[in-house]
């Protein structure tokens, strides 16, 4: 079984670009999550989808980050105009509905995408 | 607002040796997870505990939990170079499907020959 895949893995844009990172995730998982890691700091959450809907997107820093899910099968998350802070990896996650299943809430990774702004 | 601490953040360890990383969390939790992650790969999930005094072993690794004292361990046993990765617990707040998972600054583990 395939797990969760991004890309592209490493990204190097210029401060001002816009930037389109693609996750897909496992494939029946109705949950999709994007995470970040900012050099130095915690994983930490942006935002959750259920199937193609936003569940949870409190994460999100500003109107610069834009989710989508469309077909709720892969993901992408574009930042538009990038800037020096958002530098970081980014994460993308998918688990299945748990039916009340708690060993169903395990989120499977990616390996992330390297986002460097210069 | 959930906050998790992890530590040390870096551990550097001789073969053979045995150690034990710590996370702590500020709110009531009755799931925790420890999560494994090698240079850019992905995170892979070790251990899901999810009650007081629960404790998973696999290998040389063994977590706890004890949600009274909001702490979770993760205890190796006679490392190996193979354990060298970094190491973070995560701790969801809610029993329902589909949370977001707040984690600790991660232990970047070094097992040194």
């Known amino acids: 079984e395939a797990g969760v895949t991004q890309f592209p893995s490493h990204s190097v844009i210029e401060k001002g670009q816009t930037v389109t990172l693609r996750c897909d995730p496992i494939s029946g998982h109705d949950n999709l999550y994007w995470y970040r890691r900012v050099m130095g700091k915690e994983i930490k959450f942006l935002l959750h989808?259920?199937?193609?809907?936003?569940?949870?997107e409190s994460g999100m820093p500003n109107n610069r980050f834009l989710a989508e899910r469309t077909g709720g099968t892969y993901s992408t998350l574009k930042v538009q105009p990038a800037e020096l802070e958002d530098s970081g990896v980014y994460f993308c996650a998918s688990s299945p509905s748990s039916g009340g299943d708690v060993a169903k809430n395990i989120q499977y990774f990616g390996a992330g995408t390297r986002l460097s702004v210069l | 607002e959930l906050k998790v601490e992890q530590n040390p953040l870096f551990l550097s360890m001789q073969e053979g040796k045995n150690y034990t990383i710590y996370c702590n969390y500020s709110t009531t939790s009755d799931r925790l997870y420890w999560y494994r992650q090698d240079p850019g790969k992905s995170l892979e999930s070790l251990f899901v505990?999810?009650?007081?005094?629960a404790v998973k072993q696999e290998g040389r690794l063994m977590a706890s939990l004890d949600t009274k004292a909001r702490l979770s361990t993760l205890h190796i046993t006679a490392a190996v170079h193979d354990l060298s990765a970094t190491y973070f617990c995560a701790v969801d707040m809610n029993n329902n499907a589909g949370n977001m998972l707040t984690f600790g600054g991660g232990t970047r583990l070094m097992v040194k020959p």
């Open positions: 505990l999810l009650s007081n005094g």
């Open positions: 989808f259920v199937k193609e809907s936003k569940q949870d």
